[in-house]
């Protein structure tokens, strides 16, 4: 069983404390004006938390796989949408740790743990559950490379946010995800980058995700992260890590809802008692509540998994599929217990289903983790 270290008690306990007080009394009014909770990345900087797990020498506090989902979980209970821009920044983060070489860290890592925004660039209009279907090319000029492409639905990306993006592209087309890929560092101010449409979201509707144009964008070979080739590689690494984080976000969310049902089902009079004195919603309670602590342990046991080095494919893609699917089966009963009022914009349940949502599409539709899973369990 887990049980969390000491130190990991205190960031839990500061985190939910900030969230609480600070957080999630703006969550409405974002998700009401579209707008990016600026204030919130600054106040989790200088908390320390945008480094999170970011070795000390480069500017963070080095903690593990576990902490940084417990860090999601409290900050998706609060808002959905702060808990996504810092799992991708948390994503980006990590790909930088384990594949950029010295010159690489020491630029980027200082930047991250200092609040500055990555984006991770995979999905492309043609490219989104078969990343065979990229179509971003990088053509090596000289000792540099010449990217062109458009990327889709990229979170961190938009007309005031992203400060740099891990961008793949295919520099042998023919290999594609066999060695045909190459991850870059392209940076905000390359003049070959430019953002396009920005969506408009059913949910999560801070954070910004928008089209990402390359066009004969100029990047020195030392903007290459790995090796040429290693680009699938580097997204699919990242991808374990995400799935993780949004399994954690899904949780979170989750355990938002659960409170607001209990709340309010202990407040609401019907039949003259409290709603929460039928058997019937009692029941709801369970299974939510069941399926949510589920969900938690699997995310604990592929963090720990992670953190320990081991291959935690198998168990991240479980933990994103049951967790998204928690979150919506949570989030639905929750608005279900607060009736009529639940669909008014009055109460954060109703934010919550929106959000919840999300869960079960990016890094990864719940189909595509299917196939995740079965592949490993069947060995093929
Ligand atoms: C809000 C948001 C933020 C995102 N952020 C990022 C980001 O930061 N970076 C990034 O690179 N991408 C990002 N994405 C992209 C996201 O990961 C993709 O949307 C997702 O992987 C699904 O791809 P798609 O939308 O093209 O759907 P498709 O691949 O077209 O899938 C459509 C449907 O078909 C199903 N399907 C497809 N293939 C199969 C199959 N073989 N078997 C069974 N079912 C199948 C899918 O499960 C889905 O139900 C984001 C998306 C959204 C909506």
Known sequence: MFKLSEEQQEIVELVREYATDKIAPLAEEIDHEGRFPRENIEGLTEMGFMGL???????GIGMDELTKSLVIIELAKACAST???V???YLVSDIIMHMANEEQKSKYLPMAAEGKL???????PGAGSDAGGLRTKAVK???DYILNGQKCFITNCGPNEGDYFVVIALT???????GGMTAFLVDRDNPGLSIGKTENKMGIKGSETSELWLTDCRVPETAILGKIGDGFKIAMIGLDGGRIGIASQAVGIAEG?????VKYAGERIQFGKPIAANQGLQWYIAEMATRT???KMLVYEAADLRERGEDCTKVAAMAKLFAGEAACFVTDLALQIHGGYGYMKDYAIERMYRDARITRIYEGTSEVQKMVIARSVMKR
């Open 87 to 89: 799992d991708v920044h």
């Open 257 to 261: 809802a659960l409170a607001e049902a």
């Open 172 to 178: 042998d087309p023919e290999k594609k995800t066999h």
């Open 83 to 85: 808990a996504v821009i």
């Open 53 to 59: 797990c970011i070795p000390e020498e480069y500017g």
């Open 141 to 143: 000029n000289g000792n």
């Open 293 to 295: 602590e589920a969900a």
């Open 118 to 124: 990555g984006a991770f660039c995979l999905t492309e």
